[in-house]
């Protein structure tokens, strides 16, 4: 038997043979959380889900899972994720979002590890689906996301909405092979909307922290965004869709520093 000794309160734990509890986050995900859960099915020994009050079916389709239901009120993303984490039964936590599923590699990956989970942390590459077709470019793929993990040496960080787990200084991090699956935009409608939203949260979380924008970065950031992910990250292999990525990445960087901007000269952007 493996074990060791967390620095935080000098607790002895064993690393093999361990109890995996997934973690999800929903607000109206009755078109997602199915295909999310069937893949978690003979991995996770507990499922938790936070919701914030959806009004659709989600809760149905959880209660199908025998999943553990928990209603929260929508702080931030990682404010939420850290709270779905600490409600979890079991301190080996797999965090996925509602509209993510497990592909069969990276399930026998986390099978496996379950006997032997030697590291603190483990991460893999998330492939997104858009609208119709899988995207390898763009800057999307490969998309390395950290999203299993002993809660004893991690949590959610970051700025909302970009959440990314930190592992403490120190960690063991390990790569498992296989993909998670990301069923991003069922159309372009959805990706310009999540967009705009998105960017107005980011806008005021910069603002918070104290980050500017200018004129300059204005009209720079969306030409050097689209440079980058249609030319120096291949998005033209993608087709169409590649271009249309690109093209709304960009619209993403116009809007934060224009919005950003807003809040500077004292204007609202919602």
């Known amino acids: 038997m493996q074990q060791c000794v967390n620095k935080k309160n000098n607790a002895v734990y064993d690393k093999s043979m361990i109890k995996l509890s997934a973690v999800i986050i929903t607000f109206n995900e009755e078109h997602n959380i199915r295909r999310c859960l069937e893949s978690l099915e003979g991995i996770a020994d507990e499922i938790v889900v936070v919701d914030s009050f959806s009004t659709d079916k989600t809760a149905e389709i959880c ?17 939420q994720k850290n709270f779905a984490l600490n409600a979890a039964t079991n301190d080996h936590i797999l965090s996925l979002d509602a ?30 689906h858009y609208v119709d077709q899988w995207i390898y470019r763009c800057g999307w793929y490969p998309d390395s996301k950290l999203r299993l993990l002993d809660r004893r040496k991690g949590h959610w960080s970051g700025v909302n909405p970009h959440d990314i787990i930190k592992m403490d200084e120190g960690s063991n991090i ?30 005021r979380a910069a603002f918070k922290q104290g980050k500017r924008s200018s004129n300059f970065k204005i009209v720079t ?14 998005g033209f292999l993608d087709g169409r869709y590649g271009f249309i990525i690109c093209c709304i990445n960009s619209l993403s960087a116009l809007l934060k520093y224009s919005k950003l901007k807003d809040l500077q000269d004292g204007r609202d952007i919602n």
């Open 221 to 234: 950031r969306p030409v050097l965004k689209f440079v980058k992910d249609y030319f120096l990250k291949r």
């Open 63 to 79: 209660r199908e899972f025998n999943t553990v239901w928990i209603e929260n009120k929508f702080e931030g993303h990682i404010e």
């Open 174 to 203: 390990q790569k498992l092979s296989g993909n998670l699956l990301h069923y991003s935009y069922d159309s372009i409608t959805d990706h310009v909307n999540q967009t705009n939203k998105f960017t107005t949260i980011a806008a």
């Open 99 to 128: 509209d993510e599923a497990l592909d069969d590699e990276l399930r026998e990956q986390i099978k496996s590890i379950k006997n032997n989970f030697s590291a603190d942390g483990y991460y893999f590459n998330r492939l997104t």
